[in-house]
């Protein structure tokens, strides 16, 4: 099994990075030998993956940071890198690798202070890998002046840091940034790849593999999740019945609260998984006894955990109302596709009922306006309006078609 299996549908991508990789091998080694480097390298300090969600940006660039850091004793012989197995690919791959560093964003945004050692690592020599790496998941949640930070650290990298940004597309990043950087783009991986995946990698039965990659229409992630998480499966469910529960305005403004309500019980299980384990372990390294008080001076350090911890609940909740809203979008979709006379495949054959007597009901025009709303509603979420307000401005919207 090599870092490229689990990239589904993007064959092309994964022979760029693997040529690149192979490239970055004869530079290390020219490096060493203080030799001049190889003309025409397909290897360069800085990446940028785009592509719609689910189509693998962050696994693409995770593999690439694993395939730079292989030490498959196979290499010697004129194996790939990349192979999966060794210790420097398997530790890239999870996350625990010395010398891969991940940048995610915490709450809506990543601050510049989230970048600041992250920056300043970039500039150091690798401490027992091949290349620093740093890895961005969230580009563009960059804010100006973390923006900033990473335009300086990309325009004079050190000679063995690679950068490797993730974003929706290019105009989601600075133009000063993008333009120092490699792009690649991902496609949307077809539904028969995510179902074959499921049933080759996961052991998914393949009823429930095609149902789970149809209704996700080829987001890898969302098809993994849903086919072996049932509370997944349950809380689509609930999301999909939601437009038949528009009858009046009580339903409308009970079904926006039910759906908030939803988001905000995801995040807190979330948040109770990670955020006690968090406190723990930084109350640890501060000196404080089992059960005891605090050492004196570090109530700012916790108060700084208990900030981000809180930015992550709400970028959390902000996640999962856009899941629902994505699977809302796919309804109407099929809505769509039914009043027209589409063949294009349906992806909610589960709702099939609710499908034909919604198309039945209405007119393409006020399918498409309903549409427009829950996009208007990402908006709203998107310009940190209070969620409720905003769900329930989209449930009103849907009833009036």
Excluded at 378 to 399: I, K, S
């Amino acid at each position: 099994m090599s870092v490229w299996d689990d990239l589904v549908g993007q064959e092309k991508v994964c022979e760029q990075l693997a040529a690149a990789a192979r490239d970055a091998d004869a530079l290390v080694t020219a490096a060493a030998a203080d030799t001049p480097p190889p003309e025409a390298s397909k290897m360069t300090h800085a990446w940028l993956f785009t592509g719609p969600p689910g189509a693998g940006r962050t696994q693409a660039a995770r593999a690439f940071a694993a395939a730079l850091q292989c030490v498959s004793p196979d290499r010697a012989l004129g194996g790939a890198p990349g192979c999966g197995f060794c210790d420097g690919c398997h530790t890239a791959l999870i996350g625990t690798h010395a010398d891969v560093t991940t940048v995610a964003a915490v709450g809506t945004q990543i601050l510049a202070d989230d970048m600041r050692d992250t920056v300043r690592k970039s500039f150091t020599s690798p401490a027992n890998g091949r290349w620093q790496v740093i890895l961005v998941e969230d580009a563009e949640r960059l804010n100006e002046k973390s923006a900033n930070a990473v335009l300086k650290a990309v325009e004079e990298p050190a000679p063995r840091t690679v950068w490797l940004l993730c974003a929706p597309s290019l105009e989601d990043v600075l133009p000063t940034i993008r333009s120092r950087c490699r792009h690649l783009n991902l496609r949307t991986p077809s539904v028969e790849a995510v179902a074959d995946m499921l049933m080759r990698r996961d052991g998914i039965e393949p009823e429930i593999a095609a149902a789970a990659a149809r209704a996700t229409q080829g987001h890898v992630d969302r098809a993994r999740r849903l086919a072996t998480d049932e509370q997944a499966r349950a809380r689509r469910a609930a999301v999909l019945k939601l437009p038949l529960r528009l009858d009046d305005i009580g339903g409308c403004l009970r079904a926006a609260q039910e759906l908030v309500d939803a988001a905000t019980e995801d995040s807190k299980q979330l948040a109770e998984e990670i955020d006690a384990k968090e406190t723990e372990e930084l109350k640890a390294a501060l000196g404080a006894a089992q059960g005891g008080r605090m050492p004196r001076g570090t109530a700012g350090v916790i108060k700084e955990l208990e900030d981000k911890q809180k930015r992550r609940r709400t970028r959390t909740q902000r996640d999962s109302l856009d899941q629902a809203l994505t699977d809302l979008t796919g309804f109407y979709r099929d809505v769509l596709a039914l009043q027209l006379g589409s063949r294009v495949a349906l992806a909610n054959t589960d709702a099939e009922d609710a499908l034909e007597r919604l198309a039945r009901g209405s007119t393409p025009e006020a399918t498409l306006r309903r549409i427009e709303a829950i996009a208007a509603c990402r908006d709203a979420l998107d310009r940190n309006v209070a969620p409720l307000l905003a769900v329930e401005a989209m449930t009103m919207a849907l009833r009036a078609g």
